[in-house]
């Protein structure tokens, strides 16, 4: 499952959707997660950058997870999710940092279609906070975005949790782009 892992951490780094660093991957295995580990490259995932962790409460190896690995837990508590990734897609912080709501609604056809209104939640980077608000809506949305930190999407498998998340960023880029032509 690791070279699954590898694979979209590699996919999200060459189309620019996180800076190699950042961003996290899991997928839900019953009761456990294999998750990237805190500080992994995420463009160059090997067996080790994987640690296997209880989703049922903390263990020794959080210690050496990703600081997201609170979220992580709280979302597959909440949700029919297998597969999360989260990403810091650039266009979708800028809208984030830019939105007078708490959402924000394509203004392409596909992003209606497939995203529909897309949420914006809030809670520091690893916090309980932020487990909470996003479990919330994750139980209701596929993908949401974090204020100015980046997206979370989820699905049955890897590669759904990644469209969703090129998907989510497509549409930001999108309104971004009409919005600042809106303005000329």
Not at 75 to 81: K, M, Q, V
Not at 89 to 98: E, G, N, R, Y
């Amino acid at each position: 499952m690791w070279r699954e892992i590898s694979r979209i951490g590699k996919k999200l780094v060459e189309n620019r959707l996180v800076e190699s660093h950042f961003g996290n991957i899991s997928v839900r295995i019953g009761n456990r997660m294999l998750i990237t580990r805190s500080g992994c490259a995420l463009d160059e995932i090997t067996e080790d950058g994987v640690v296997e962790v209880s989703i049922g409460g903390s263990c020794a190896l959080d210690m050496i997870a990703s600081s997201e690995t609170i979220v992580h837990r709280a979302i597959y508590r909440s949700t029919p999710a297998l597969a999360i990734v989260h990403a810091h897609c650039p266009f979708a912080v800028t809208l984030s940092l830019l939105a007078e709501g708490d959402s924000i609604t394509p203004a392409d056809s596909e992003g209606q279609y497939f995203l529909g209104e897309m949420p914006i939640v809030k809670g520091g980077i690893g916090s309980e906070e932020l487990a909470q608000n996003l479990a919330a809506s994750l139980a209701s949305y596929k993908a949401s975005i974090i204020y100015s930190h980046g997206t979370f999407a989820i699905g049955k498998v890897l590669d759904e949790a990644y469209v969703l998340t090129t998907q989510v960023e497509h549409s930001c880029k999108i309104k971004y782009w009409y919005d600042l032509a809106k303005k000329n």
